[in-house]
Nanobody, 123 residues
Framework: QVQVVESGGGLVQAGGSLRLSCVAS????????MGWFRQAPGKEREFVAAISRNGGNTYYADSVKGRFTISRGNAKNTVYLQMNSLKPEDTAVYYCAADTYYTGNAYYEYDYWGQGTQVTVSS
């Protein structure tokens, strides 16, 4: 069984930064592609960023490109989402997802999900 656990959410002012972390356990971490998604109240879950198993390929939603950076430390079984220049519209629950085969923006392709961490950006 694969477990995915996010951390690092919180309250920050607009223009500030946060770093989210996600630990995946249960199999060799480097065998998973990882993704970040978010869901704001009353809205559908949306893609934020993804990273391939070896970290060589990264993908971003247009809304976060240039502000967010996804990275992974396979030795620590952890994927990170560095979020800079945060905006109130970034407020959402952020979810980490893992999949053995898929790297991309389709949430339904990911098999393993965390419980989410709340990010709130005040104006």
């Amino acid at each position: 069984q694969v477990q995915v656990v996010e951390s690092g959410g919180g309250l920050v002012q607009a223009g500030g930064s946060l770093r989210l972390s996600c630990v995946a356990s249960g199999r060799t971490f480097s065998s998973y592609a990882m993704g970040w998604f978010r869901q704001a109240p009353g809205k559908e879950r949306e893609f934020v960023a993804a990273i391939s198993r070896n970290g060589g390929n990264t993908y971003y939603a247009d809304s976060v490109k240039g502000r967010f950076t996804i990275s992974r430390g396979n030795a620590k079984n952890t994927v990170y989402l560095q979020m800079n220049s945060l905006k109130p519209e970034d407020t959402a629950v952020y979810y980490c997802a893992a999949d053995t085969y898929y790297t991309g923006n389709a949430y339904y392709e990911y098999d393993y999900w965390g419980q989410g961490t709340q990010v709130t950006v005040s104006s």
